[in-house]
């Protein structure tokens, strides 16, 4: 059974960068799929960040693109998220999950998902 | 950018059917996951590929979609699937949801 565990600090002061890895257990990552971010701040939807593959590929949010920085470590089997110049509207549950790789982009969804990992911006 | 709408709360008595919808431009053309979150809990896929289920999900749970709208439709609900629910779709390159609707099973 695929697990994803997100770990980072539960806080984190404006401005800075807020760094989150998510460990995966029961896949190997350099087996294929994609590994993707998720945030949802408390009480509301959820909001994609972005997206790498095994080659390290990514694609993000347009609406964050500039602030995220996401990266893989195969060797450690983990994926790593950095988004940077945080404020309050960041604070959220982010969530790490894994999802298909189908050529066709459209026919893609998130099948595992980690139990996501509240990160609060605050002085 | 793209955009799904879905309405904010659903109620359904236990045993009837409830239905969900999903709304976006031509979103018929793409193709519509679905997502139960329950209180405390990650998001679980229940509904992708429009109509497809993943192994585990009761076959009380079905998907559709057609023209502007996609439509998760629950038969005979019962108590436990009092939840949020999300749908999801791809706009290009980007991965899209829709902002949840919170059934009730009253």
């Known amino acids: 059974q695929v697990q994803l565990q997100e770990s980072g600090p539960g806080l984190v002061k404006p401005s800075e960068t807020l760094s989150l890895t998510c460990a995966v257990s029961?896949?190997?990552?350099?087996?294929?799929?994609?590994w993707g971010w998720i945030r949802q701040p408390p009480g509301k939807g959820l909001e994609w960040i972005g997206s790498?593959?095994?080659?390290?590929?990514?694609y993000d949010n347009p609406s964050l693109k500039s602030r995220v920085t996401i990266s893989v470590d195969t060797s450690k089997n983990q994926f790593s998220l950095k988004l940077s110049s945080v404020t309050a509207i960041d604070t959220a549950v982010y969530y790490c999950?894994?999802?298909?790789?189908?050529?066709?982009?459209?026919?893609?969804?998130?099948?595992?998902w980690g139990r996501g990992t509240l990160v609060t911006v605050s002085s | 950018s793209y955009e799904l709408t879905q309405p904010p709360s659903v109620s359904v008595s236990p045993g009837q059917t409830a239905s969900i919808t999903c709304s976006g431009d031509?979103?018929?053309?793409?193709?519509a996951s679905w997502y139960q979150q329950k209180p405390g809990q990650s998001p679980m896929l229940v509904i992708y590929?429009?109509?497809k289920r993943p192994s585990g999900i009761p076959e009380r749970f079905s998907g559709s979609n057609s023209g502007n709208t996609a439509t998760l439709t629950i038969g005979g609900t019962q108590a436990m699937d009092e939840a949020d629910y999300y749908c999801?779709?791809?706009?290009?390159?980007?991965?899209?949801f829709g902002g949840g609707t919170k059934l009730t099973v009253l």
């Open positions: 999950a894994r999802h298909t790789a189908h050529t066709t982009v459209a026919t893609r969804y998130f099948d595992f």
């Open positions: 029961g896949y190997s990552i350099s087996s294929g799929y994609y």
């Open positions: 590929q429009d109509t």
């Open positions: 999801q779709a791809w706009d290009s390159s980007t991965v899209v």
């Open positions: 790498i593959f095994q080659s390290g590929s990514t």
């Open positions: 031509k979103l018929g053309d793409k193709y």
